[in-house]
């Protein structure tokens, strides 16, 4: 049973660029977290995603923005980028139990984004 | 605003050794959730708990959740090199959302 997956692993891009990153949900999760953990800190909420459609946000700006499609995977994209954007980026998923409030999250590796 | 302080945020110490990390907030949490995290992995989950009062054990660590479910402590008995690592607490209040505590970097000499 395959755990949550992100892609790449590591990713350098230069002020200004776009980037997107993916993640696979473990099987059986139907809802994906992202979160951006910066060097010496505790994880961030940036935004979760269920039922393709964006059901909570931490306080990021739009720059931020992401996708679910119909097989649970999910993508978060960055416009614009700032330097103060790199950091490690985690997907989390879970299981939706009742309405708004999902099972224990699982996280993924991470993407470890650069930006120079 | 951080609403989740951890104490120490370093600790260095000799296997063998005990030692206590504390995750402390003026805020309630419906449930609170301890991480480790490794080098280039993501944050794997230890325990969940739920009630004011709760201790939780997981071989030679303990957990605890305050009476007021505001703070919680995390107690480690005999520290082995195996242990190092970055140690996180989370807090949900009525929803999944996780805020992370400031982290426990915990490093165990042999």
């Known amino acids: 049973d395959a755990g949550v997956t992100q892609s790449p692993t590591h990713l350098i891009k230069t002020r200004g660029q776009q980037v997107t990153l993916r993640c696979s949900p473990k099987s059986g999760h139907d809802t994906v977290s992202w979160y951006q953990q910066a060097l010496g800190q505790g994880p961030q909420f940036i935004f979760q995603?269920?039922?393709?459609?964006?059901?909570q946000r931490g306080n990021f700006p739009d720059r931020f923005s992401g996708h679910q499609f119909p097989n649970y995977s999910s993508e978060l994209n960055v416009n614009a980028l700032l330097l103060g954007d790199s950091a490690l980026y985690l997907c989390?998923?879970?299981?939706?139990?009742?309405?708004?409030?999902?099972?224990?999250?699982?996280f993924g590796p991470g993407t470890r984004l650069t930006v120079l | 605003t951080q609403l989740l302080e951890q104490s120490p945020q370093f600790l260095s110490i000799q296997e063998g050794e005990n030692l206590t990390v504390y995750c402390n907030s003026s805020s309630v949490f419906s449930s609170l959730q301890w991480y480790r995290q490794e080098p280039g992995e993501g944050p794997v989950l230890l325990v969940t708990?739920?009630?004011?009062?709760e201790v939780k054990k997981l071989k030679r660590l303990t957990f605890q959740f305050g009476d007021a479910r505001k703070d919680s402590s995390l107690h480690i008995t005999a520290a082995q090199p195996g242990d190092t690592g970055l140690y996180l607490c989370?807090?949900?209040?009525?929803?999944?959302?996780?805020?992370f505590g400031t982290g426990t970097r915990l490093q165990v000499f042999p």
């Open positions: 989390a998923s879970s299981l939706d139990v009742t309405s708004g409030y999902t099972d224990t999250q699982y």
């Open positions: 989370a807090g949900a209040r009525n929803t999944d959302k996780l805020i």
């Open positions: 708990v739920v009630t004011g009062g």
């Open positions: 995603y269920y039922e393709e459609e964006e059901r």
